[in-house]
T-cell receptor
Framework: DTGVSQDPRHKITKRGQNVTFRCDPISEHNRLYWYRQTLGQGPEFLTYFQNEAQLEKSRLLSDRFSAERPKGSFSTLEIQRTEQGDSAMYLC???????????FGPGTRLTVL | AQSVTQLDSQVPVFEEAPVELRCNYSSSVSVYLFWYVQYPNQGLQLLLKYLSGSTLVKGINGFEAEFNKSQTSFHLRKPSVHISDTAEYFCAVTKWGGGTSYGKLTFGQGTILTVHP
């Protein structure tokens, strides 16, 4: 297993466009998390799945953001009508529900022009 | 709700010197505590964690941290740093519940450790 992977690694888009990011967790992990990290800050929790169920969404996640994990494996995070304030690193992590360590992917860096 | 404060945004040190990165947390419930490291252009990597038991925990790369419940602190230490320890370090907490943590991590703002030759 090569760990958590995220695609793309970098995304540059124009304001108002929609973007979608993908996360592939470690295969035996049933929990998947999305975080957002802006420059000079620590990661902030966005949302969390256990299997295919989305169990919590942060208030940071406006209605322009949607996340799915349709078969309990990979997940997608979509941002509609992007704004410059959405520019950040989007991190995905996975874990087993029986362990406390989250394994992080390399992140997707989004730049909104 | 939980919160984490990392008291130093940047810590410069010389190679082979000791270092301490400070972390304080606030929570109304029991928590698990973590330190993660982020090297440039890489994902977060777990250094060490405190779940229960001994308050002194040892992690990878010679790092250790001490949990102090009365002071709500979880400071990270290394007796002798190397150039390769230059990175950003994040303290994080998660709510404890029933033997397994809830899972959502709350991070501090990060401390950039720069090791000079």
């Amino acid at each position: 297993d090569t760990g958590v992977s995220q695609d793309p690694r970098h995304k540059i888009t124009k304001r108002g466009q929609n973007v979608t990011f993908r996360c592939d967790p470690i295969s035996e992990h049933n929990r998947l998390y999305w975080y957002r990290q802006t420059l000079g800050q620590g990661p902030e929790f966005l949302t969390y799945f256990q299997n295919e169920a989305q169990l919590e969404k942060s208030r940071l996640l406006s209605d322009r953001f949607s996340a799915e994990r349709p078969k309990g494996s990979f997940s997608t995070l979509e941002i509609q009508r992007t704004e410059q304030g959405d520019s950040a690193m989007y991190l995905c992590a996975s874990s087993s529900e029986f362990e406390d360590e989250q394994f992080f992917g390399p992140g997707t860096r989004l730049t909104v022009l | 709700a939980q919160s984490v404060t990392q008291l130093d945004s940047q810590v410069p040190v010389f190679e082979e010197a000791p270092v301490e990165l400070r972390c304080n947390y606030s929570s109304s419930v029991s928590v698990y505590l973590f330190w993660y490291v982020q090297y440039p252009n890489q994902g977060l990597q777990l250094l060490l964690k405190y779940l229960s038991g001994s308050t002194l925990v040892k992690g990878i790369n010679g790092f250790e941290a001490e949990f102090n419940k009365s002071q709500t602190s979880f400071h990270l230490r290394k007796p002798s740093v190397h150039i390769s320890d230059t990175a950003e370090y994040f303290c994080a907490v998660t709510k404890w519940g029933g033997g397994t943590s809830y899972g959502k991590l709350t991070f501090g703002q990060g401390t950039i450790l720069t090791v000079h030759p």
